[in-house]
């Protein structure tokens, strides 16, 4: 795709996110903050189902995974054992005369800034990601702590007392969702690279001999995740195999999608070997090894990690979702766009809207909405004629739009419009729930 065409599409989707309310920029009023977004109803709404869909994928419906829900801010020995208070950083640079900020590994010529074309580059110099704040009354050194870079450390950390409380034996996994922080020094492509995201992440304890069959199994589970409850087909998705390692790890894949600006990580799944668990053991003097009672043995658990950005799936969920039909001709001679957002009806905001003909026939399809509210994600509107909501809902990716009128107070029907197809069925009161059901599941 040509660069402007890229950037016309990201503009429409940032556009369209904040006009229906997904996604905004935080502090808007104060001018901003780079790096930082808010998630507005229809925002908060999709992201708290992408969370849950998740969190039923790859615990709920498993007996060999656990929840945690840990603290954002850890012991800070915490980063220095996992490396990142040494080595988390990015190499950056200055230009002296426009005084824009570069990432080096990202630059184009890392010798000119990409901004103006001066070669007069400051040297370049490591800057650390991690997020500092103190705890207790005192700013000083000794009461730096930091902000957590990714949700799997707590994991580690909290390992043995995940798996004594919840009776587990290896294999088995530990999931958490939850905030991360690093001070990217460029964020950009809307909310792909922030300062602030969630984390959905998985870390698989087992035994080094089973590693890597392990390693195929999430991986498998996690692009039929992705093809099966996302719709993501090959054009949209592909698979990056790690030609180099990390010195302690035995493979690695990265799932990524195709976002208007290019090919983009969506997902890691990582062999992270016994790294992790050694290296907490060594920082804090605390034997982590795991015993195997059957076999009298002792061993240090080898993990296989799923990390996904909950913010990611979102934009790529918007990315591949939007669309823009042409209708042919409107009654005044001009294009008729329709601008409608295809998601997956499983994490749409909205899954179903009740919209009555008339203001007349409220009160009854607002007792069938309240009916439906109960199983599913439901909207009730009434202002504007009915073709006027039907493209409103189609913005906001709604699959069906349930149309209560005149006749349904005679034949206890009602019409449901299809968003993708914009054919409409005329479906029994009584049947309607188990008529949604098996088109949202
Ligand atoms: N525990 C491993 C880990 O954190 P990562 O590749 O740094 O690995 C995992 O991050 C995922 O988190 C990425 O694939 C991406 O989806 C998301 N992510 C990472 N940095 C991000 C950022 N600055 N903004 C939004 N999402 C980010």
Same mark, same amino acid.
């Given at each position: ?7 016309? /599409? ?6 369209? =996110? ?7 920029? /935080? ?24 969370e849950q869909?998740w969190w039923r994928e790859m615990v709920e419906t498993r007996d060999n995974v656990e929840g945690l829900d840990s603290t954002i801010i850890c012991h800070?020995q915490v980063?220095?054992a996992s ?7 990015? #190499? ?20 000119? +800034? ?29 009461? !730096?702590?930091?902000?957590r870079?990714e949700t799997c450390q707590p994991i580690f950390v909290d390992f043995h007392n995940v798996r004594i409380a919840s009776r587990q034996k290896l294999p088995f996994g530990i999931a958490q969702i939850g905030k991360?922080?690093?001070? @990217? ?8 690279? /922030?300062?602030?995201?969630?984390q959905m992440e998985m870390e698989f304890f087992c035994e ?6 392990w390693?195929?199994?999430w ?53 992270r070997?016994v790294?992790d668990m050694s290296r907490h053991e @060594?920082f804090s003097g605390k034997e982590q090894l795991y015993i195997d009672h059957d076999n009298h043995r002792k061993v240090m658990p080898t993990v296989i990690e799923t990390s ?7 934009? =790529? ?21 329709? !601008? ?60 069906? +739009?349930?149309?209560?009128?005149? #006749? /349904? ?31 949202? #599941?």
């Amino acid at each position: 795709m040509a660069d402007t065409e890229n950037t016309l /599409s990201m503009d429409k989707i940032v556009s369209l =996110a904040k006009r229906r309310g997904f996604i905004f920029q /935080s502090s808007e009023i104060y001018g901003g903050l780079n790096g930082f977004w808010d998630y507005g109803p229809y925002g908060v709404r999709m992201k708290r189902a992408i969370e849950q869909l998740w969190w039923r994928e790859m615990v709920e419906t498993r007996d060999n995974v656990e929840g945690l829900d840990s603290t954002i801010i850890c012991h800070p020995q915490v980063w220095k054992a996992s490396g990142h208070l040494d080595q988390f950083s990015d #190499d950056m640079c200055d230009c002296r005369d426009c005084k824009a900020r570069h990432r080096v590994d990202m630059m184009e010529d890392p010798k000119v +800034c990409s901004n103006c074309g001066s070669s007069n580059l400051t040297e370049p110099r490591a800057f650390n990601l991690m997020m500092k704040t103190f705890v207790g009354p005192v700013a000083d050194d000794e009461h !730096t702590a930091y902000l957590r870079a990714e949700t799997c450390q707590p994991i580690f950390v909290d390992f043995h007392n995940v798996r004594i409380a919840s009776r587990q034996k290896l294999p088995f996994g530990i999931a958490q969702i939850g905030k991360a922080f690093r001070n @990217e020094i460029n964020p950009r492509n809307f909310t792909f690279r /922030s300062r602030e995201f969630t984390q959905m992440e998985m870390e698989f304890f087992c035994e080094e001999a089973d590693s890597m069959e392990w390693f195929d199994y999430w991986k498998e589970q996690r692009i039929s995740y992705y093809r099966g409850k996302l719709g993501f087909g090959d054009d949209f998705m592909r698979i990056h195999e790690h030609d180099k390692l990390a010195h302690y790890a035995k493979a690695a894949i990265d799932i990524e999608v195709k976002f208007p600006f290019g090919w983009g990580e969506l997902e890691g799944v990582h062999h992270r070997g016994v790294w992790d668990m050694s290296r907490h053991e @060594e920082f804090s003097g605390k034997e982590q090894l795991y015993i195997d009672h059957d076999n009298h043995r002792k061993v240090m658990p080898t993990v296989i990690e799923t990390s996904v950005g909950l913010d990611r799936t979102f934009l =790529a969920l918007l990315c591949k979702a939007y669309d823009e039909e042409n209708l042919g001709e409107d009654k005044d001679g001009q294009p008729d766009i329709r !601008t409608v957002l295809r998601f997956p009806a499983i994490i749409a905001p909205v899954q179903a809207a009740i919209l009555p003909l008339s203001k007349k026939l409220s009160d009854n399809a607002r007792e069938l909405y309240n009916k439906l509210n109960r199983y599913f994600r439901c909207e009730f509107d009434v202002t504007g004629s009915i073709g006027k909501r039907y493209r409103r809902q189609d913005e906001i990716g709604t699959p069906y +739009c349930v149309t209560f009128d005149f #006749d /349904s107070l005679e034949d206890k029907a009602v019409t449901v419009r299809h968003r993708d197809s914009m054919e409409q069925d005329r479906v029994a009161i009584s049947e309607l729930r188990d008529y949604l059901e098996k088109l949202i #599941d």
